[in-house]
């Protein structure tokens, strides 16, 4: 049965099965095969390269998620992972990837293994501590916290019935604090406020680039596809690779230039492209 890739562009085209190493690539690609030094592919982690469970730290990349990143960053100008995990936890994949990592939105990154973080979220540690530790006091019974050291997550996954009581709570948290508010997949993220997004290093990783892809499932992602929207806009192709889910919101399904379905069509995807690029 062939996947369930969609594309509101015609000139998509079937691509291979989820767990197959390669197959038809959409047309979309057609600039990143013809100019890979000159093209970059930037991903999300969690319900992109990751499935979505209940524990964060039990997250993990597909098997055979981290090669095909590997191969295409040999390949293309530019190849990066960006995500609102720390990014200790993508390390703890990607350690010896030549992949750039983009951690907690951009606030920490590591690029040929250089390691830098937002010197002005450093100052917000305090305030994250603070949250972390009222939390323990007097936060929504059935929230899970997970402190990121520069910010916090505060998960109702495992009971979506206090999901507004954890809103209620991350709100006040956040005038207390001075911290800002993020909607994220079935949680709440509080953050420095510091001005970086994913669109922020999404437009600093495309820098010299002419061809630029994001693959990603939730509404942290929605800054990433406005980058490339201007990008496009100066005259650059991209491509928009929404990652479908159950929980996938109609801002998400609207922003796609091309939808797969979980995780394993994204692998499917990623690795199509790397067969093109042999």
Do not use: N
């Amino acid at each position: 049965m062939p996947p369930s890739w969609c594309s509101p562009a015609p000139t998509s085209r079937d691509v291979t099965e989820p767990g197959a190493a390669a197959g038809p690539l959409p047309a979309a690609f057609d600039a990143f095969v013809a100019e890979p030094h000159r093209s970059g592919l930037f991903t999300d982690f969690d319900g992109t390269l990751s499935p979505i469970v209940d524990d964060p730290a039990a997250a993990a990349p597909l098997d055979g998620v981290v090669d095909a990143l590997d191969a295409l960053a040999r390949r293309l100008g530019r190849v990066a992972v960006i995500s609102g995990r720390p990014v200790e936890f993508l390390l703890g994949h990607f350690a010896a990837s030549p992949v750039v990592l983009s951690g907690l939105y951009g606030l920490q990154s590591v690029v040929d293994g250089v390691r830098r973080d937002d010197p002005d979220a450093e100052a917000w540690r305090e305030a994250v501590d603070g949250v972390v530790a009222a939390a323990g006091d007097d936060g929504p019974v059935g929230m899970f916290v997970e402190h990121k050291v520069l910010s916090v997550t505060l998960h109702y996954r495992e009971h979506p019935e206090v999901a507004d009581a954890v809103r209620s709570w991350a709100e006040a948290q956040a005038t207390r604090s001075g911290l800002e508010l993020r909607t994220a997949k079935m949680s709440i993220e509080l953050h420095p406020p510091v001005a970086t997004d994913k669109g922020a290093v999404v437009a600093g990783l495309a820098e010299g680039l002419d061809h630029v892809c994001f693959l990603g499932d939730d509404v942290g992602d929605l800054p990433a596809f406005a980058a490339l929207d201007r990008l496009r806009a100066e005259g650059r192709s991209v491509v928009k690779v929404v990652v479908r889910s159950d929980e996938l919101v109609p801002e998400m399904a609207a922003a796609a230039d091309l939808t797969v379905d979980g995780p394993a069509e994204a692998l499917a995807l990623l690795r199509s492209l790397g067969a093109r690029l042999v």
